[in-house]
């Protein structure tokens, strides 16, 4: 059964750094792209980032290009999102999600697996 389990998530105020967790189970991950998506309430999900199977290679939407980073470890079948310079605009539900295959690809339907999402707030 494959699981992904987003950690990390809290109250934070504008400028503060915060780190997310996707912790994956069930799946080959280095046959796997993972991406980011969040979503803001009474929003759509929203492609925030993602990267490719053996980490070499990321994409970004233009909304957090130079603020997040994410990486992966695949030895602790892990990936990661580190925000930095952190907006009131970037409060949302953050959820993993994962595909065979590439990485480039930024819309729902293209992702097969889920998480539950991890709740990130920043205050001004």
């Known amino acids: 059964q494959v699981q992904l389990q987003e950690s990390g998530g809290g109250l934070v105020q504008a400028g503060d750094s915060l780190r997310l967790a996707c912790a994956v189970s069930?799946?080959?991950?280095?046959?796997?792209?993972v991406a980011w998506f969040r979503q803001a309430p009474g929003k759509e999900r929203l492609f925030v980032a993602s990267i490719s199977w053996n980490g070499g290679s990321t994409y970004y939407a233009d909304s957090v290009k130079g603020r997040f980073t994410i990486s992966r470890d695949n030895a602790k079948n892990a990936v990661y999102l580190q925000m930095n310079s952190l907006k009131p605009e970037d409060t949302a539900v953050y959820y993993c999600?994962?595909?065979?295959?590439?990485?480039?690809?930024?819309?729902?339907?293209?992702?097969?697996?889920w998480g539950q999402g991890t709740q990130v707030t920043v205050s001004s």
């Open positions: 999600a994962s595909k065979w295959g590439g990485f480039l690809f930024t819309r729902i339907s293209d992702y097969t697996y």
């Open positions: 069930g799946l080959t991950v280095t046959s796997y792209a």
